[in-house]
């Protein structure tokens, strides 16, 4: 075992949870019926594919393989965001709701990764740089949902 490859293998985990936020918040753009929560999913799909570029640039840097798909157990059953349950009759609420549990997922991954003492400190610089985004984009889902509760 290489003294990066702990550290690959983080950023390689990060960077599939990431793709499955990137394809939630393509499949949240399309089914939703507001058109102003279309396009904030839309950019945020946008933003978590610069966080998986600039991680996926990391794990190079590491002379890794970097992930380009994301985690299995989202593909068999949508960890991130199982719109199709949400979407079927239901209205953008549930599309919301299900995209701000994605958000919890996706945050949870990376505060464990941010307090792993094991990695070295170029791989917790670049989960922190990642961190700004991935935190934004929680925020302004809970921040939505949280508004859309209260109507």
């Known amino acids: 075992m290489t003294e990066t490859s702990y550290d690959i293998r983080t950023l390689n985990g990060l960077i599939a949870t990431t793709i499955d936020s990137v394809d939630g918040y393509t499949e949240a753009a399309r089914d939703a019926d507001n058109s102003r929560f279309a396009a904030l999913f839309t950019s945020r799909a946008t933003e978590r594919r610069q966080v998986a570029s600039s991680l996926q640039a990391e794990v190079s840097k590491l002379g890794g393989n970097p992930e380009d798909d994301g985690t299995i157990l989202a593909s068999a ?75």
């Open 77 to 151: 059953h949508r960890t991130f965001l199982d719109l199709k349950a949400a979407v079927t009759g239901q209205d953008d609420q549930a599309i919301v709701n299900e995209v701000e549990r994605g958000e919890d997922h996706i945050k949870a991954k990376f505060e464990t990764a941010l307090n792993d003492q094991d990695l070295g400190a170029a791989t917790r610089s670049a989960i922190g740089a990642a961190w700004q985004s991935v935190k934004a984009g929680h925020d302004e889902m809970r921040d939505l949902k949280h508004s859309l509760q209260n109507r």
